[in-house]
């Protein structure tokens, strides 16, 4: 009988060996903790969590629970092993995290097909392999990582930009413009007088930072991609002469060469998400927040994800992986949790069950499947797995070049895009559509798979 390795027994990793196991396939999970710690972790429970004990909100109407539900759909374990530990939270749903991950612990080690082995991976092993070791994999792991996925695709500093919705843009204000006008008009500027830019400048250099976690502290940044508060503190002009630079981008409407520009960058295929550029940033949520929203065209813009700065470590996965999260260089080796470039909690386990799901197919002689964009799980493994939305065409020399993957969670602009005419800008009326659309997909799918 073939066995699968499975390398990490965190939320993804854990997820995964249950599913394989309840499909009669035999596990052995290995997980380096407490012989070797993180820095983050405290406990060497499976499926632990680090920091909140949040998996984001339960309503099927916002994106967070719609991944929930189409969980539940799917048969995953932590799911049910979450709702059984919950804790009183409003409409999302928290959990209990000792007993959480306890009560997960204790499935594992009791179940027949799933062997639990603590010790640190230090090679990619040979057979049927699942990389769930997230994103505070060991140093050793991460080189062997970094030897099979080549050096340029594996990523030590998370510095991430905060990403908005298109539709929620005021293109009354801000405009779409190239540099000097050259190629494509494939960038959304929003233009700032220098009344508005020192307004702004204000808020960002006062605004409260997050502060590091000690396995964080010994990171530095790269010159090329600071926080921008950290680049506005060298000076007033900094960003103006930087990220912010206003030459070469004229709103033709008004003719006027503005005091600064924010530019926003296509960060999606369907082209219904746009980050801004230059502004990784480790502030806090709500500064962001605010920083973002003073930003002309950009006062009610939908954030699907806050900038981040901190140590991580994530493949580029649109060179390495499938759809299907099966590597595209090697035959049955998976990998699944915020390695691949998901985010969250809910993420993890979605991917962890998705990789566990499409791993037995492989053994029973099965093609991997691929699920339908119009479900926020197959919109999150297409996301992270596109080519096409990493593309960057040089607006000075028309040469192409592909950007390294931003991490995200899910979120309504990465599902495939609805009839306008169908909502009419009806936010609610919108999120309800594309749920039933999602889960009617899904149970579709299933029915026809």
């Not at 499976?46 to 949040?54: G, H, K, L, W, Y």
């Not at 006008?181 to 007088?193: F, L, Q, R, V």
């Not at 390495?320 to 390695?339: V, W």
Request: glycine share 6%; hydrophobic share 40%.
């Amino acid at each position: 009988m073939q066995e699968v390795k499975i390398i990490g027994a965190g939320l993804a990793g854990s997820e995964a060996a249950l599913q394989l196991a309840k499909r009669g396939i035999k596990v052995k999970l290995y997980e380096m903790r407490p012989n070797k710690t993180t820095g983050a972790h405290v406990t060497s429970d499976c499926a632990e969590f680090v920091c909140s004990n949040s998996l984001g909100s339960a309503d099927i109407n916002n994106a967070s629970g719609l991944l929930k539900k189409e969980m539940e759909i799917l048969g995953g374990e932590l799911i049910q092993i979450a709702y059984e530990n919950s804790v009183p939270a409003g409409n999302a749903l928290a959990i209990a995290r000792e007993d959480f991950s306890k009560a997960v612990t204790n499935k594992i080690k009791n179940d027949p097909n799933i062997e639990l082995i603590r010790e640190e991976i230090t090679e990619i092993p040979e057979g049927n392999v699942i990389i769930a070791s997230g994103p505070l994999t060991s140093n050793k792991f991460a080189e062997a990582i970094k030897d099979f996925t080549q050096s340029e695709h594996l990523h030590f500093f998370d510095a991430i930009a905060p990403i908005v919705e298109v539709d929620s843009i005021n293109f009354d204000k801000a405009f779409c413009a190239s540099r000097y006008d050259k190629g494509e008009a494939s960038y959304i500027n929003c233009p700032m007088n220098k009344e508005e830019y020192e307004n702004f400048y204000n808020i960002l250099i006062n605004a409260p930072r997050i502060e590091q976690h000690d396995v964080d502290k010994n990171s530095k940044y790269f010159e090329s991609c600071l926080p921008v508060e950290v680049l506005a503190s060298r000076g007033v002009d900094t960003l103006r002469f930087g990220p912010m630079k206003p030459v070469g981008l004229i709103d033709k409407r008004t003719g006027v060469e503005n005091y600064a520009v924010v530019q926003l960058r296509q960060d999606n295929s369907a082209k219904t998400l746009f980050n801004l550029v230059g502004f990784q940033t480790n502030l806090k949520w709500g500064a962001q927040k605010e920083l973002i929203h003073s930003i002309p065209g950009l006062e009610e813009v939908n954030i699907v994800r806050y900038g981040v700065m901190h140590r991580n470590t994530f493949i580029n996965s649109p060179q390495i992986l499938n759809s299907t999260l099966e590597t595209k260089k090697r035959q049955s080796l998976f990998f699944a949790g915020q390695i691949t470039g998901t985010e969250g909690y809910t993420e993890s386990i979605a991917t962890g069950m998705f990789a566990g799901i499409n791993m037995a197919r492989r053994i029973n002689n099965q093609e991997p499947i691929v699920l339908p964009r119009e479900t926020m799980l197959g919109a999150l493994t297409f996301y992270i797995t596109d080519i096409a939305h990493l593309k960057h065409i040089s607006s000075r020399d028309n040469s192409v070049r592909y950007l390294p993957l931003q991490p995200i969670n899910s979120n309504w602009g990465i599902l495939t895009p609805l009839d306008k005419s169908l909502y009419k800008k009806n936010k609610k009326l919108k999120t309800e559509l594309l749920s039933k659309r999602s889960v009617e997909s899904l149970e579709v799918f299933i029915k026809n798979c």
